[in-house]
C-alpha cells in the first residue's frame, strides 16, 4: 500500500484529482468508480478546474458511482444522482449515457443489482475513488459477520438513519435502504485510492491499514489488494507514525 500525508486538504484534493486526470488522459475510455460523501468534493472541484483549463476531456470516460439510496427520486437532492450531477457531471463533458449509479428506484433491487454487476464486470473499473466512514465502512459495506461479495442492498443502521435525519423535514422521509457495490466489485478495480480526511478518522484509517484483516472493519479488506494509494491529510494520517 502506498500512502501519502499532506498538510493541506488542498493538497489531497489536487493530488487525487491528477491521479484520475492522469488516468483518463492515458486511456481516455477510462472507467472511473465515483464516491459521494463530503471528501470528494474538493477532489471533483479540482478535476472540474482541469477540464475548464482543458487539461482533460471525459467524452469517453464511463463512470460507476459505489451506492445510492433506495428510494429517492433522482431529483431529490438528498440523491446520491443529484450529488454527481451537482458536483461534478453537470460541469463536464461526460455524456450522461456513460454515467452510471445504482438505480434506488429499481422495482426489483436484487434484478437491479445484477445488472450493476454484468455492467462492472463488462467494463471493469481502472480507478475507484473510495471514502472511509467512521466505522470501517467502504461504499455502504458496514461491518457485520458476513459481507456480500457484489452489488446488493443494504438496511442502513440505526445511527446512520440519525445521521442522516438532518437533511429530511422528518425521521419517515429519512431513507431505511441502500443499495451498493459489494466489497468483492470494488476490490476488482486495477487501482484504488482511498482519500481520508479528518482527526475523527485517525483511528479508524490506523485500524484499517494495519490491524486484522476482517468484515468489521470492511476497509481493512483493502489490504488484500495490490494497487491501493491511500491519501491523508495530517489529522487523519497522526496515528501512522
Ligand atoms: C459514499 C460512500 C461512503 C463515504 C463514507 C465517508 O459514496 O460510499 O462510504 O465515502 O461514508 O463519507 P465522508 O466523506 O462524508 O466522510
Same mark, same amino acid.
Given at each position: 500500500?502506498?500512502?501519502?500525508?499532506?498538510?493541506?486538504?488542498?493538497?489531497?484534493?489536487?493530488?487525487?484529482?491528477?491521479?484520475?486526470?492522469?488516468?483518463?488522459?492515458?486511456?481516455?475510455?477510462?472507467?472511473?468508480?465515483?464516491?459521494?460523501?463530503?471528501?470528494?468534493?474538493?477532489?471533483?472541484?479540482?478535476?472540474?478546474?482541469?477540464?475548464?483549463?482543458?487539461?482533460?476531456?471525459?467524452?469517453?470516460?464511463?463512470?460507476?458511482?459505489?451506492?445510492?439510496?433506495?428510494?429517492?427520486?433522482?431529483?431529490?437532492?438528498?440523491?446520491?444522482?443529484?450529488?454527481?450531477?451537482?458536483?461534478?457531471?453537470?460541469?463536464? #463533458?461526460?455524456?450522461?449515457?456513460?454515467?452510471?449509479?445504482?438505480?434506488?428506484?429499481?422495482?426489483?433491487?436484487?434484478?437491479?443489482?445484477?445488472?450493476? #454487476?454484468?455492467?462492472?464486470?463488462?467494463?471493469?473499473?481502472?480507478?475507484?475513488?473510495?471514502?472511509?466512514?467512521?466505522?470501517?465502512?467502504?461504499?455502504?459495506?458496514?461491518?457485520?459477520?458476513?459481507?456480500?461479495?457484489?452489488?446488493?442492498?443494504?438496511?442502513?443502521?440505526?445511527?446512520?438513519?440519525?445521521?442522516?435525519?438532518?437533511?429530511?423535514?422528518?425521521?419517515?422521509?429519512?431513507?431505511?435502504?441502500?443499495?451498493?457495490?459489494?466489497?468483492?466489485?470494488?476490490?476488482?478495480?486495477?487501482?484504488?485510492?482511498?482519500?481520508?480526511?479528518?482527526?475523527?478518522?485517525?483511528?479508524?484509517?490506523?485500524?484499517?491499514?494495519?490491524?486484522?484483516?476482517?468484515?468489521?472493519?470492511?476497509?481493512?479488506?483493502?489490504?488484500?489488494?495490490?494497487?491501493?494509494?491511500?491519501?491523508?491529510?495530517?489529522?487523519?494520517?497522526?496515528?501512522?507514525?
Amino acid at each position: 500500500m502506498e500512502m501519502i500525508i499532506f498538510d493541506t486538504q488542498q493538497e489531497l484534493d489536487a493530488y487525487a484529482a491528477e491521479l484520475i486526470i492522469n488516468i483518463v488522459n492515458e486511456k481516455p475510455s477510462a472507467v472511473l468508480g465515483l464516491a459521494t460523501g463530503s471528501t470528494p468534493i474538493g477532489i471533483y472541484d479540482k478535476i472540474v478546474e482541469s477540464y475548464n483549463e482543458k487539461k482533460v476531456s471525459f467524452k469517453e470516460v464511463t463512470t460507476f458511482n459505489l451506492d445510492e439510496y433506495v428510494g429517492l427520486k433522482p431529483e431529490n437532492d438528498q440523491s446520491y444522482t443529484y450529488y454527481m450531477n451537482k458536483h461534478l457531471f453537470s460541469h463536464i #463533458d461526460i455524456p450522461s449515457d456513460q454515467t452510471h449509479l445504482p438505480n434506488g428506484m429499481a422495482q426489483d433491487i436484487e434484478e437491479e443489482s445484477a445488472r450493476y #454487476d454484468t455492467m462492472l464486470d463488462a467494463q471493469p473499473v481502472d480507478i475507484q475513488l473510495l471514502g472511509l466512514g467512521h466505522n470501517g465502512h467502504i461504499g455502504f459495506n458496514e461491518p457485520d459477520v458476513n459481507l456480500p461479495y457484489g452489488t446488493h442492498a443494504v438496511k442502513l443502521k440505526a445511527e446512520t438513519l440519525e445521521a442522516n435525519a438532518r437533511f429530511f423535514a422528518s425521521m419517515d422521509e429519512v431513507p431505511k435502504y441502500a443499495i451498493t457495490m459489494g466489497v468483492g466489485s470494488i476490490l476488482k478495480a486495477n487501482t484504488i485510492v482511498l482519500a481520508v480526511r479528518g482527526a475523527d478518522k485517525a483511528k479508524i484509517v490506523k485500524e484499517a491499514l494495519t490491524g486484522p484483516i476482517t468484515t468489521s472493519v470492511p476497509a481493512s479488506l483493502l489490504q488484500t489488494h495490490a494497487r491501493v494509494i491511500v491519501l491523508l491529510d495530517r489529522e487523519a494520517g497522526r496515528m501512522m507514525g
